[in-house]
């Protein structure tokens, strides 16, 4: 597997040898596509080289036009997409990761994930491990995968997802799931990071404590704990500063002490959608959407 150098920032490496930043960009609900180009354009300005987008986005066509307009060259980029609930089958996979790749104007994908552990899986998996052994993809994994369903896929499949991306937080850690993937050698890559600016959390007098020791916001007191817990982390927001503030953080490590009273605020509760949900499954079966 040939290496990818991303320059003054640490590295995590996959499953199958291939390497991805430990801190990317993420863009979920950017749907203002202007908004969404300039904010990814800023990031790669500021020295992030991981993209992380999604067919249901709908923004994938101004991602790529930002890492066209980046002035940087295509392979100096780690670029992530999923496949959406609609297209999860063998059939409807390699249609929709064409089009991804149409929208995003790119010949290759750094990444592909399974968005939801919904629908035929097990075909769209079928199908994206072929997308992989032409090195149309780099690196093949999922969201939202419970241990059942990682269970169920690794029953059927040759290759093995690199990264399962869940919601995962301090108020949500997930450490029976993150158990199982350390186990597996699947990287947990949070998505939310930060809670989605959750007051309860952003406000919390232990984390504002920790900040003030260390010189530092409570994000990035967050951020930092999750690349410590060795996640692959991808925060995100349209606020250059913000971009930047949650870039610096390769400069200061939290104590065990520190990283422990942020362990302790798992309150075992989701911010959002269950994976598990009958109700939440049926739902995403049901929504079709203009991809």
Same mark, same amino acid.
Request: aromatic share 10%; proline share 4%; charged share 25%.
């Given at each position: 597997?040939?290496?990818?150098?991303?320059?003054?920032?640490?590295?995590?490496?996959?499953?199958?040898?291939?390497?991805?930043?430990?801190?990317?960009?993420?863009?979920?609900?950017?749907?203002?596509?202007?908004?969404?180009?300039?904010?990814?354009?800023?990031?790669?300005?500021?020295?992030?080289?991981?993209?992380?987008?999604?067919?249901?986005?709908?923004?994938?066509?101004?991602?790529?036009?930002?890492?066209?307009?980046?002035?940087?060259?295509?392979?100096?980029?780690?670029?992530?997409?999923?496949?959406?609930?609609?297209?999860?089958?063998?059939?409807?996979?390699?249609?929709?990761?064409?089009?991804?790749?149409?929208?995003?104007?790119?010949?290759?994908?750094?990444?592909?994930?399974?968005?939801?552990?919904?629908?035929?899986?097990?075909?769209?998996?079928?199908?994206?491990?072929?997308?992989?052994?032409?090195?149309?993809?780099?690196?093949?994994?999922?969201?939202?995968?419970?241990?059942?369903? =990682?269970?169920?896929?690794?029953?059927?499949?040759?290759?093995?997802?690199?990264?399962?991306?869940?919601?995962?937080?301090?108020?949500?850690?997930?450490?029976?799931?993150?158990?199982?993937?350390?186990?597996?050698?699947?990287?947990?890559?949070?998505?939310?990071? =930060?809670?989605?600016?959750?007051?309860?959390?952003?406000?919390?007098?232990?984390?504002?404590?920790?900040?003030?020791?260390?010189?530092?916001?409570?994000?990035?007191?967050?951020?930092?704990?999750?690349?410590?817990?060795?996640?692959?982390?991808?925060?995100?927001?349209?606020?250059?500063?913000?971009?930047?503030?949650?870039?610096?953080?390769?400069?200061?490590?939290?104590?065990?002490?520190?990283?422990?009273?942020?362990?302790?605020?798992?309150?075992?509760?989701?911010?959002?959608?269950?994976?598990?949900?009958?109700?939440?499954?049926?739902?995403? =079966?049901?929504?079709?959407?203009?991809?």
């Amino acid at each position: 597997m040939e290496k990818k150098i991303y320059t003054g920032q640490p590295v995590i490496t996959l499953n199958n040898g291939a390497d991805i930043p430990a801190l990317g960009f993420g863009v979920w609900q950017m749907e203002n596509l202007q908004e969404c180009e300039n904010a990814v354009l800023k990031a790669i300005q500021t020295g992030y080289r991981m993209i992380d987008t999604a067919a249901i986005y709908q923004n994938e066509t101004a991602v790529g036009d930002a890492v066209k307009n980046s002035g940087l060259n295509r392979e100096n980029l780690f670029v992530t997409s999923k496949l959406w609930v609609q297209d999860t089958s063998y059939e409807k996979a390699k249609d929709a990761f064409q089009r991804t790749l149409d929208r995003l104007q790119m010949n290759y994908l750094d990444m592909y994930l399974i968005h939801w552990p919904y629908a035929d899986f097990l075909g769209a998996w079928r199908a994206m491990e072929e997308l992989y052994r032409e090195g149309k993809i780099k690196a093949i994994g999922v969201c939202n995968f419970t241990v059942e369903k =990682l269970d169920e896929l690794k029953a059927h499949s040759e290759i093995h997802p690199v990264i399962n991306q869940i919601e995962l937080h301090p108020l949500f850690q997930q450490k029976e799931l993150q158990v199982y993937n350390r186990k597996n050698n699947i990287i947990t890559q949070p998505w939310s990071p =930060l809670g989605n600016g959750n007051a309860g959390l952003l406000d919390h007098k232990d984390l504002k404590n920790i900040a003030e020791q260390y010189n530092k916001t409570v994000a990035q007191v967050i951020l930092r704990w999750h690349l410590q817990e060795g996640f692959c982390v991808i925060p995100k927001s349209v606020t250059p500063a913000r971009i930047e503030e949650n870039f610096n953080i390769f400069n200061f490590e939290l104590s065990e002490d520190d990283m422990n009273v942020v362990r302790s605020l798992d309150t075992g509760k989701r911010l959002f959608f269950d994976p598990k949900d009958p109700e939440w499954e049926q739902k995403m =079966l049901n929504a079709v959407a203009d991809l």
